[in-house]
C-alpha cells in the first residue's frame, strides 16, 4: 500500500479550552484503538470511551474506509486484536506527540502569555514612523526616563506619512526644505494631510548638504560636481525625503540621474550613508550636517529644511502626547539639539500652519 491510497492524510495542531474538551473524531478513534488493544473487547473499549457500541462500529468502519486497510481482527473466542497497521498507527501517534510536546507546551505557554498582556490594562505607547533625524533619535530614551515609553521607527518621509494615513502609527516625522524646492515637495506630502483633523508640530530646523570624505579631497562643491567620473555617491531610498530632494536638485539642474555614479546605490538613513562615506566605500552623499560631523566627515551645504511631527488632533489630549509636546518644549532637550551641528531648535513642540509657499 503507497501513501495515495490514504486519502486526505494530514497532521494538524489545534487548541482546547477545559478539563475533558471535545475531541475530533480523529483522536477519539486513536483513543478507542488503544482501549481495544488494551482490552481487546470492542464493547468495552467503547464503555470507557463513552460512547455507544454501534457507534464504535460506525466510526471504526469509516476509519477503514479512509486508511484503505483493515484496523481489526476478529476471533471467535479470542477478542478483537489490532491488525499490524493500527498497532503501527498507535505507536507513530504517540512517538511524535512525545516528540511534539516540548515545542507545543512552549507554544501554549506564549500564547497564554500573550493573552494575558492583550487583557491586561497597559501604558498606551506612541508610534512613531519618521524619515531618519539625530535630534528626533534623542526623545526614546528622554521619554523612558519620564515612565512614558514610545516606539520610534525610521522610515522615509512618505512611507512614514502613508503609515500615518493608514493607523499604523499616531505620529509620523517627516523633513521639507524652504523656498521654491519646498512648495513642490510639499505636494507630494499634501495627500497624506488633513489640516482639520490633524496638527503639525515643529521639532528642529536642520541643515542639508553633500557630505564628503574628509578635507573633500575630490573637491566638490555643487551638485554638478557629483557628475565627475571619479566621484562615486550614495543614495537614500526611494521615498525618502532626502531622495525627494535630490531628484528635484538634479532636475532643477538638468542632470540627468544615469549620470552619477551610484545613483542606484541607497542606505536607509544619514548616518549609515556617512559611515560608507567614512569607510571610503563612498566618496559623497546628500545628509544633514550632524550627521557628517558625526563621522568626522567634510560637509557642503546647500539648504536649510524644518522637520515636522504630524498626529491626529485628539491624541494632544493623551498623557503620552502631552509628556512629548513638554520634552519638545524643555530647555534640557533643547540644549541637546542645539549641540548637534547645523540643528536649530527654536519652536520646538510649537503648532504650525499646514500651508508651504
Given at each position: 500500500?503507497s501513501?495515495?491510497?490514504?486519502?486526505?492524510?494530514s497532521?494538524?495542531?489545534?487548541w482546547?479550552?477545559?478539563?475533558?474538551p471535545?475531541?475530533?473524531?480523529e483522536?477519539r478513534l486513536?483513543?478507542?484503538l488503544?482501549?481495544?488493544r488494551?482490552?481487546?473487547?470492542?464493547?468495552?473499549?467503547a464503555?470507557e470511551a463513552?460512547?455507544?457500541?454501534?457507534?464504535?462500529?460506525?466510526?471504526?468502519?469509516?476509519?477503514?474506509?479512509?486508511?484503505?486497510?483493515?484496523?481489526l481482527?476478529?476471533?471467535?473466542?479470542?477478542?478483537?486484536r489490532?491488525?499490524?497497521?493500527?498497532?503501527?498507527?498507535?505507536?507513530?501517534?504517540?512517538?511524535?506527540?512525545?516528540?511534539?510536546?516540548?515545542?507545543?507546551?512552549?507554544?501554549?505557554?506564549q500564547?497564554a502569555?500573550?493573552?494575558a498582556?492583550?487583557?491586561?490594562?497597559?501604558?498606551?505607547?506612541?508610534?512613531?514612523?519618521?524619515?531618519h533625524?539625530?535630534?528626533?533619535?534623542l526623545?526614546?530614551?528622554?521619554?523612558?526616563?519620564q515612565?512614558?515609553?514610545?516606539?520610534?521607527?525610521?522610515?522615509?518621509?512618505?512611507?512614514?506619512?502613508?503609515?500615518?494615513?493608514?493607523?499604523?502609527?499616531?505620529?509620523?516625522?517627516?523633513?521639507?526644505?524652504?523656498?521654491?524646492?519646498?512648495?513642490?515637495?510639499?505636494?507630494?506630502?499634501k495627500?497624506?494631510l488633513?489640516p482639520?483633523?490633524q496638527v503639525?508640530?515643529?521639532?528642529?530646523?536642520?541643515t542639508?548638504?553633500i557630505?564628503?570624505a574628509?578635507?573633500?579631497?575630490?573637491?566638490?562643491?555643487?551638485?554638478?560636481?557629483l557628475?565627475?567620473?571619479?566621484?562615486?555617491?550614495l543614495?537614500?531610498?526611494?521615498?525618502?525625503?532626502?531622495?525627494?530632494?535630490?531628484?528635484?536638485l538634479?532636475?532643477?539642474?538638468?542632470?540627468?540621474?544615469?549620470?552619477?555614479?551610484?545613483y542606484?546605490?541607497?542606505?536607509?538613513?544619514?548616518?549609515?550613508?556617512?559611515?560608507?562615506?567614512?569607510?571610503g566605500?563612498?566618496?559623497?552623499?546628500?545628509?544633514?550636517?550632524?550627521?557628517?560631523?558625526?563621522?568626522d566627515?567634510?560637509?557642503?551645504p546647500?539648504?536649510?529644511e524644518d522637520?515636522?511631527?504630524v498626529?491626529?488632533?485628539?491624541?494632544?489630549?493623551?498623557?503620552?502626547?502631552?509628556?512629548?509636546?513638554a520634552?519638545?518644549?524643555?530647555?534640557?532637550?533643547?540644549?541637546?539639539?542645539?549641540?548637534l551641528?547645523?540643528?536649530?531648535p527654536a519652536?520646538?513642540?510649537?503648532?504650525?500652519?499646514f500651508?508651504?509657499?
Open positions: 500500500m501513501m495515495n491510497d490514504i486519502k486526505g492524510l497532521l494538524a495542531c489545534n482546547t479550552f477545559g478539563i475533558a471535545v475531541q475530533p473524531e483522536a486513536l483513543g478507542l488503544e482501549r481495544i488494551r482490552t481487546g473487547s470492542i464493547a468495552s473499549a464503555r463513552g460512547i455507544s457500541y454501534r457507534n464504535a462500529w460506525g466510526m471504526l468502519a469509516r476509519w477503514e474506509a479512509n486508511f484503505g486497510h483493515p484496523l481482527i476478529p476471533a471467535r473466542g479470542l477478542g478483537t489490532l491488525t499490524p497497521f493500527a498497532i503501527r498507527l498507535l505507536d507513530l501517534d504517540a512517538q511524535i506527540r512525545e516528540m511534539l510536546a516540548p515545542q507545543l507546551a512552549a507554544a501554549a505557554e500564547m502569555r500573550g493573552l498582556e492583550a487583557a491586561t490594562p497597559a501604558r498606551a505607547v506612541p508610534r512613531i514612523h519618521a524619515s533625524d539625530l535630534a528626533l533619535a526623545l526614546p530614551a528622554r521619554m523612558a526616563k515612565g512614558q515609553p514610545v516606539d520610534l521607527q525610521f522610515h522615509g518621509s512618505l512611507e512614514s506619512l502613508a503609515s500615518f494615513a493608514e493607523g499604523r502609527c499616531e505620529i509620523a516625522g517627516f523633513h521639507c526644505p524652504e523656498g521654491a524646492v519646498g512648495a513642490t515637495l510639499w505636494q507630494q506630502y495627500p497624506y488633513r482639520r483633523q503639525l508640530i515643529r521639532l528642529a530646523k536642520r542639508q548638504g557630505m564628503v574628509p578635507g573633500n579631497p575630490k573637491k566638490l562643491r555643487g551638485i554638478r560636481d557628475t565627475k567620473p571619479n566621484v562615486r555617491f543614495n537614500r531610498q526611494s521615498g525618502a525625503g532626502t531622495r525627494l530632494l535630490f531628484d528635484w538634479l532636475r532643477e539642474n538638468g542632470i540627468a540621474a544615469r549620470t552619477i555614479a551610484g542606484g546605490d541607497v542606505e536607509l538613513t544619514h548616518s549609515a550613508v556617512a559611515a560608507m562615506i567614512a569607510s566605500h563612498a566618496d559623497a552623499g546628500l545628509g544633514v550636517e550632524a550627521a557628517a560631523r558625526q563621522f566627515l567634510g560637509f557642503v546647500l539648504l536649510k522637520y515636522f511631527l498626529t491626529r488632533r485628539e491624541l494632544l489630549r493623551q498623557p503620552a502626547l502631552e509628556s512629548l509636546l520634552l519638545l518644549k524643555g530647555n534640557a532637550l533643547r540644549r541637546a539639539v542645539r549641540a551641528p547645523g540643528y536649530d519652536g520646538s513642540g510649537t503648532e504650525v500652519p500651508s508651504r509657499d
